[in-house]
């Protein structure tokens, strides 16, 4: 039997604290995701990522119900973001054209069967997208990246940044007209 | 409608721009569908952007997150947390009885550091307050004359050693400037000779070359003189 967010929620208050790793397993990928798309890095992601369920935990009590679960921890997730590209200010434009430190090639998904031309003209776009991404201001790269990646309805996206779905629409409108102009510009480059 | 200004042109102008990503992201009901497919019949701008905007989206579809480690999620309980957690397994009576117990305690360190002493006196207790310099408890009896005759020796005691500081430290900063002016004078007397040596010197350099050229001035005319009319020189 799968528990709904607010049965594990009312279980970790209750005094069942193992409980709330069901939610921590259930929502850390899409947070993840969020982050590292937002923020660039790994390793930033992961810390992030650390952050918000923390902050969740220690608040939990707090959490009103009004809202859903996922919205609320969505908006704590971004909140620590834009923290972090405040701290880091301009280090995260610079950040663009970082690697991971480690290595690892966290930001493209594995082939599969496809074969390598076709990998890396995958690769090569997925690099394209990423530096147009960053490109955006934030309010516009976040619309983007909870609707395109987190498949997130419009009137989520409103309830977790808490403004007027026409807002989220016209940030979205203008982030993908920006996000076709650069594109084009880069490919132009290549 | 609401559209934020983005620093590019757009040739879509047709105040549809809300319906357009609703169409797109397929959120449009179906009368709403309907409607923007009737208008997309005849705007060219729409269109175009439809287009545009498709493109993107496949583009951005190209950046999906491989296989990644799982992220480590510690939930690190703050000593709060775990000390709530810790007394919420005890009864509650034992909860009480450990909060009176450190309540009592905490009284009884906190007056031994005041100095209470606490004893048994004619059947009663006697509290008292303060301790001497060799740690026994105040003589009750000392007056509060005697108090003040104490506290006004240690002033003047005080106050004896505060002037002795004082006049060391100005002894010692007369010295010092008594030296600083004594090296000053030297430095300047020496300085004093080495002038008059060189003016000397120069003087000296000076009547050398005025003699010479007097001298020289001298045999000059000398020869120059015409003597025929008195060879010796003499006017005889």
């Known amino acids: ?190 | 409608m609401n559209n934020e200004k983005n620093g590019f042109d757009s040739l879509n102008d047709c105040g549809r721009k809300e319906d357009l990503v609703t169409y797109l992201y397929g959120e449009a009901h179906a009368t709403e569908r309907a409607l923007f497919e009737s208008h997309l019949d005849y705007c060219d701008g729409c269109r175009n952007e439809l287009t545009t905007f498709g493109r993107v989206r496949r583009d951005l579809g190209a950046w999906q997150l491989g296989q990644v480690a799982r992220p480590e999620i510690v939930l690190r309980r703050s000593r709060l947390d775990l000390l709530r957690e810790l007394v919420g397994m005890f009864p509650a009576w034992a909860r009480g009885a450990a909060f009176v117990g450190v309540a009592a305690a905490v009284l009884l360190v906190s007056l031994s550091f005041a100095g209470t002493r606490i004893s048994l006196k004619d059947g009663g207790f006697v509290v008292s307050f303060g301790q001497t310099n060799n740690g026994s408890p105040l003589d009750p009896a000392v007056s509060s004359e005697e108090v003040g005759r104490l506290v006004q020796n240690a002033v003047a005691e005080e106050r004896e050693k505060m002037e002795e500081r004082y006049n060391a430290r100005l002894a010692s900063f007369k010295d010092q400037l008594d030296a600083e002016h004594q090296a000053e004078l030297q430095a300047a007397r020496a300085e004093q000779q080495e002038q008059l040596k060189a003016a000397r010197v120069t003087l000296q350099q000076e009547m050398r070359r005025f003699n010479r050229q007097n001298t020289s001035a001298e045999i000059r005319a000398f020869f120059a003189r015409d003597d025929s009319s008195d060879p010796w020189g003499d006017g005889r």
Not at chain 1, 78 to 87: E, Q, V
Not at chain 1, 137 to 154: C, D, G, N, S
């Open chain 1, 1 to 190: 039997m799968e528990f709904s967010d607010d049965q594990i929620i009312e279980r970790t208050l209750a005094g069942e604290t193992d409980a709330f790793s069901l939610l921590v397993r259930r929502w850390e990928r899409p947070i993840y995701g969020l982050s590292l798309r937002m923020l660039g890095r790994d390793e930033d992601a992961r810390d992030v990522c650390q952050e918000t369920f923390l902050a969740a935990f220690r608040n939990l009590g707090k959490f009103r119900g009004d809202a859903k679960f996922s919205s609320w921890l969505y908006r704590i997730a971004l909140n620590a973001c834009h923290s972090r590209l405040r701290r880091q200010g301009a280090m995260a434009e610079q950040s663009i054209d970082h690697e991971d430190d480690s290595g690892r090639k966290f930001e493209i998904a594995d082939g599969g069967l496809e074969g390598l031309p076709e990998r890396l003209q995958r690769d090569q776009r997925a690099e394209l997208v990423r530096k147009a991404l960053y490109a955006l201001p934030a309010e516009m790269r976040q619309v983007i990246i909870m609707k395109e990646y987190e498949e997130l309805t419009f009137a989520e996206i409103a309830e977790i940044l808490q403004v007027p779905v026409s807002t989220v629409k016209s940030r979205l409108y203008t982030g993908l007209q920006q996000m076709g102009a650069r594109l084009e510009k880069m490919r132009g480059i290549l």
